[in-house]
Nanobody, 127 residues
Framework: QVQLVESGGGLVQAGGSLGLSCAASGRTFSTYTMGWFRQAPGKEREFVTAIRYSGGAIYYADSVKGRFTISRDNAKNTVRLQMNSLKPEDTAVYYC????????????????????WGQGTQVTVSS
C-alpha cells in the first residue's frame, strides 16, 4: 500500500506562483512513475505532468508547458510541482498519483494507468 499526501495548495492571483508537494510512503519510491493531475468542477480529471522513476523523462500537458515544473527527490520520497504564471483556468483540485512500475510516453497521461492517488489539494487562481 502506498500513501500519497499533497500539500501546498491555496489561493493566488493570476500571474502568481505556487508550489505543490507530494509525500509518498513506500520503500521503492525511486521506481515509481509519478504524475500530477487536476480536476476542475464539472470537468474530467486531466493530465498535468509526469516524471519517470529516474527523473530522466518528463512529460507536460501543452496547457502548462513552460509554466509548470515537476521534480522529484527520491531520497525524500517526494515529488514537487512548481507552478508559475498561473492563470484562472489553472483553478482545480490537484492530485498526485503513483504508478508502481515504469510508465512512459503517452501512457503517462491516462489516470487509469496509475495505482495510487492522493486526496487532492485545491488551487484557486483569481483574476
Amino acid at each position: 500500500q502506498v500513501q500519497l499526501v499533497e500539500s501546498g495548495g491555496g489561493l493566488v492571483q493570476a500571474g502568481g506562483s505556487l508550489g505543490l508537494s507530494c509525500a509518498a510512503s513506500g520503500r521503492t519510491f525511486s521506481t515509481y512513475t509519478m504524475g500530477w493531475f487536476r480536476q476542475a468542477p464539472g470537468k474530467e480529471r486531466e493530465f498535468v505532468t509526469a516524471i519517470r522513476y529516474s527523473g530522466g523523462a518528463i512529460y507536460y500537458a501543452d496547457s502548462v508547458k513552460g509554466r509548470f515544473t515537476i521534480s522529484r527527490d527520491n531520497a525524500k520520497n517526494t515529488v514537487r510541482l512548481q507552478m508559475n504564471s498561473l492563470k484562472p483556468e489553472d483553478t482545480a483540485v490537484y492530485y498526485c498519483a503513483a504508478r508502481l512500475f515504469d510508465l512512459s510516453g503517452g501512457r503517462t497521461r491516462y489516470p487509469g494507468e496509475y495505482d495510487y492517488w492522493g486526496q487532492g489539494t485545491q488551487v484557486t487562481v483569481s483574476s
